[in-house]
């Protein structure tokens, strides 16, 4: 069974820093390109960043410079830092896991308000 849980979201003030986790179980770890997306409220849900399982990263236009996506193998755990943090960041974070099945995470909330 495929788990993808997810931790770190909470309350931060603009310009902040959180660091949300992604622990996997259930799969290859290392063979799977792992992501991040997000949903805010009465939005489509978009993509925040991938990481390839060479280690390559891609990441939305809006978060370039801000947030960076980084794994560890030998936890099995994918990582995004988020710094500069705006209120339009505010959102569900969810972890994803690719290869030839996406699996989801629960997603943890991100609210950035003073």
């Known amino acids: 069974q495929v788990q993808l849980v997810e931790s770190g979201g909470g309350l931060v003030q603009p310009g902040g820093s959180l660091r949300l986790s992604c622990a996997a179980s259930g799969i290859t770890f290392d063979i799977y390109a792992m992501g991040w997306y997000r949903q805010a409220p009465g939005k489509q849900r978009e993509l925040v960043a991938v990481?390839?399982?060479?280690?390559?990263?891609t990441y939305a236009n809006s978060v370039k410079g801000r947030f960076t996506i980084s794994r560890d193998n030998a936890k099995n755990t994918v990582y995004l830092q988020m710094n500069s943090l705006k209120p339009e960041d505010t959102a569900v974070y969810y972890c994803?896991?690719?290869?030839?099945?996406?699996?989801w995470g629960q997603g943890t909330q991100v609210t950035v308000s003073s």
């Open positions: 994803t896991a690719r290869r030839s099945t996406f699996y």
């Open positions: 990481i390839s399982s060479g280690g390559s990263t």
